[in-house]
């Protein structure tokens, strides 16, 4: 595990994949009007980057998927007047409110199979993840979005055999 197979970095505001409603009609939506563009984002960047790969196959093999989610700060946290854009030395430093952090995986890891870099999410192996606010550290973006890693992870089932 040197390198991942695949890099992406995708601006959008990342949409949680959580419960679906029923509509007076008894058809089933979203609850998280985010869902649906977040996908796109993540979907569009995926095909982007794989447009240059002519010998991309959708992985099958056990894979580690490592994101980190960039979340915009609540205009809470900023001073108001002339200490107007300054953080308050109340705000929290990790987002510990919604969008849960298992919602965002799940709505990502869609978002790659129906791109082709899965061939599904039942590959999906390992999971390392994070969600941060804007500019507070390692992979985090100037912006909404998300860095994402995808690593083959070796199956020794299949290295032990001749």
């Not at 992406?8 to 949680?16: A, E, F, I, K, Q």
């Not at 977040?38 to 095909?47: F, G, H, I, P, T």
């Not at 007047?81 to 990790?94: I, V």
Request: aromatic share 6%.
């Amino acid at each position: 595990m040197t390198t991942p197979a695949l890099t992406l970095t995708v601006y959008g505001t990342p949409g949680p994949q959580g419960s679906k409603n029923r509509n007076a009609a008894g058809a089933l939506y979203e609850s998280s009007a985010a869902v649906k563009p977040w996908r796109e984002a993540v979907k569009s960047a995926a095909l982007d980057a794989l447009h240059h790969d002519d010998g991309w196959a959708a992985l099958a093999c056990p894979v580690l998927l490592d994101v980190t989610f960039t979340l915009r700060r609540p205009k809470h946290h900023y001073g108001t007047g002339r200490n107007a854009g300054q953080l308050k030395p109340s705000a929290p430093y990790f987002p510990t409110g919604k969008p849960d952090l298992d919602k965002l995986v799940r709505s990502t890891q869609d978002a790659l199979k129906d791109a082709g870099v899965l061939a599904d999410d039942s590959c999906v192996t390992d999971v390392r993840t994070g969600k941060r606010f804007v500019l507070t550290g390692e992979d985090t973006l100037r912006t909404p979005g998300a860095v994402i890693r995808v690593w083959r992870l070796n199956d020794p089932c299949k290295e032990s055999t001749p």
